[in-house]
């Protein structure tokens, strides 16, 4: 899996923290498919694996964001308005557990669902050798469907971990994993199975 | 409405017209909305209107196509399989109704599921001065949705229209319409709704 | 010229101030076209006229830049053993005169050359409506010539400002500017040029 | 080299067969550097060491093009005018030699001059898991260089043959291989030291 990459998708505080501004919205499908414990095992696995680990951040909210923007999308509305990720503040810091170590990549920041759009991400995987690329993080069916099905077009062979990814709703999940993924992912797995294809190759 | 232009997903005979090879497997959805009805009122009066059609064509299936390629998503292993929209063959020409007219651009044709992927339709946009895009056509939840979710990360304006779109099965209708949608696009319109607007600009 | 925005290119201390890394080297051409004076005439020129400017910076070296990629090209080698508009230092903050004031637009940082790879320069323009670019700064065969080259692609009308552009030598300006240019730039004009258009629609 | 792919640029008879219409505006620098020789030595050596050869085609001039476009570059312009490669015509047929065989891959027509802007290009690269791409063709500072740096951009590596490049003029060479190249392209060899490198791993 030399060619492999974990994207880890938005770990903010804002998302993974308790008191996080969406920690309550995401916790219900989180703990359902046991979101928190996989991600403390499955991280440390990859990085033990010399699987190279990359940060792919949200937008961080600023003052004076999408200033003259013509056409906001309903999910920046919403963002804006709650100042999602606000730099400067503990929302809008990675999640201790979850974020950045030594050696990571942090790419930049997207604008909206997509990890590849209009940021650095595809030609740092190039620039890298990596062809593959496992997702895990938040949001099912935003920022993770909308990243996967970019990085698939672009030719890379995508793998979700169907239980280090939660969403808004059990329907969210639902729509990324079993409506939507079978459709444009080369493979959905669980936790267990990435970290038995790890151990098969080490 | 004119920097809009209205964008026909794979309007081929093998997806729209009976005896094609997904006819059948579109056609519960499509009956459902009212599909076929819809794009007959729907095209000339967008036509009348002086918006600008684009025709975004499916790869057709080609002998020898995808060799070498390490990794084939699951949507291309079973259109390869069927030969779907075979070039030189009815099922890969356009629908003698719901294809290209006269004045119409057709874009180049996509490998996999969004329109804007690998092909010109983001540069013929430009050239015509367009930012906003109208999506009917086929498949709710793997071209249209991909082609709609890459144009809103690109920067356009994305309608669409609830009931000119099909799908394999009602619970991809309803992901891409009811459940992903509303997060990625800016309107969803039945034909009525865009007719009068239309109406109301002329 | 409501479509159109100001693009400066890099404007950075060690480009464009006495004492950074890179002035003395850009400085000959410099002064042949009488850069700083017409930025100084065309940059407040363009703002009375309310056309957007929109900052389009090039990557700032940090610790730890470029770790582990696999082919960086000759002018990223250079830039990392320079480390050329080092992060936090005096040479990697934006020109006080030439760099963003409000109302201004702030890209994302670009890895190479082109403003446009990489980065949200696209979806910004497109956002704001602009449909035409016009380019100022430095340096004539790389960055500009880069970022207009990606823009023509993309769909963008490209005017270069002949005499408000710099590079590292007479033959570098040449090969942007006559030999180039007027094979991808839909104009090249002076100064003068411009501010004669914009003093036409005023 | 076996992450390597050779691309042929505009391989058309306009521009590589006597008579065709740009045949006699590339001639001068194409007999300077023995383009044709060397063109014929390289090609097979590479197809015998297993190197994936791809035709990247410019766009094919048809009736109807660019209808409605805003801003046609002059590339584009005097292109249309002329009919350059012409669907249909001997002009646009790939030339004998120098075209596609059985196992090349051929990519979508560029519109204007890289073969990466608005085709497939980046895509079937990765599906190929092709990570350097090797440049000859026509014309050195208009689809070499555009192809070159664009996918430097992306994150390839690029290697141009200076002697397997031709232009409308010796400054055009020049700019693209002397003044420009160095700056973003990773190697610039001559075809016998590709040969050499192509041996030396046999």
């Known amino acids: 899996m030399g060619d492999s990459a974990l994207l880890i998708i938005d770990p903010y505080n804002d998302f993974m923290s308790k008191g996080g ?12 498919v046991g979101f928190y414990d996989n991600m403390r095992k499955l991280i440390p696995a990859v990085r033990a694996a010399h699987i190279q680990v990359i940060i792919v951040p949200h937008h961080r909210w600023r003052e004076g964001d999408y200033k003259g923007w013509k056409h906001m999308n309903p999910s920046q509305i919403l963002s804006n308005k709650a100042q999602n990720f606000a730099a400067g503040t503990w929302g809008g810091e990675f999640h201790p557990e979850f974020g950045p170590q030594e050696g990571d990549i942090i790419v930049l920041e997207h604008w909206s669902q997509s990890g590849f759009a209009n940021t650095d991400l595809d030609s740092q995987l190039k620039q890298l050798g990596i062809q593959k690329i496992i997702l895990v993080g938040m949001v099912a069916n935003t920022c993770i469907e909308a990243t996967a099905r970019f990085g698939m077009e672009l030719g890379y062979h995508v793998t979700l971990i169907r239980d280090a990814i939660a969403a808004f709703s ?3 999940l639902h729509a990324a994993l079993e ?3 079978p459709l444009f992912a080369h493979a959905i797995l669980t936790t267990n199975e990435l970290l038995d294809l790890l151990s098969a190759e080490s």
């Open 179 to 181: 409506v939507d993924g």
């Open 21 to 32: 501004k969406l920690y309550d919205r995401t916790k219900e499908t989180a703990e359902a």
């Open 170 to 172: 059990h329907e969210g």
